[in-house]
């Protein structure tokens, strides 16, 4: 018997954490097969809320931010590529991090347009994979474009202030429920899983959630 899942995953598309998380949780998923019909919802959460239009260089500001030095950056990126290549998602060269609100913006307004899981998987890519910049207007039209949303509507949510209030909201909704941290991802609007859990531990996660439901 197929049962639905819930699925609100909160997340950044700045975080390569949250990467591993969605391609592990489709892999997860994918197993599961039949077992499952999940129904997945992107929310906002900024890591870095007042960063500047022009991004910062990664090593710079996880130096700043974390007091971490070159070489355990470097090493903390070889082991999110290895996580990553696990999972399926390939990690390119990413030297810069960048402000992520109108990415979210549009996400917002994706999911309206019910591609919002297909524009948030291009989006990882882009950045993470390809090293593009997400507050780049171009590089979001394109990306939106790439998963069949209509570029002159992206263009045009873009250069206004479209969804703005509503991403804000919903930024606000989850810190008020405890989210400190991405990817947080919860099932059925109850059982909250946190961080880059490898695909085994989403399908143990999962079966149990079906299992307690179905109890």
Known sequence: MTQPLRIDFVSDVACPWCAVGLSSLQLALSRLGDAVQAEIVMHPFELNPQMAPEGEPIVEHIGKKYGRTPAQVAEAQAMIRERGASVGF????????????????????????GKQLALKEALLKAYHGEGKDPSNHDVLVE???????????????LQGNEYADEVRAEEREFQTMGIQSVPSIIFNQKYLVTGGQPAEAFEQAIQQILAETQG
């Open 143 to 157: 990306t939106a474009q790439s998963v069949g949303l209509d570029a002159a509507r992206a263009r045009a949510i």
């Open 90 to 113: 390939a990690f390119g060269q990413r030297t810069r991090i960048y402000n992520t609100f109108d990415a979210h913006r549009l996400l917002h307004w994706a999911g309206l347009e």
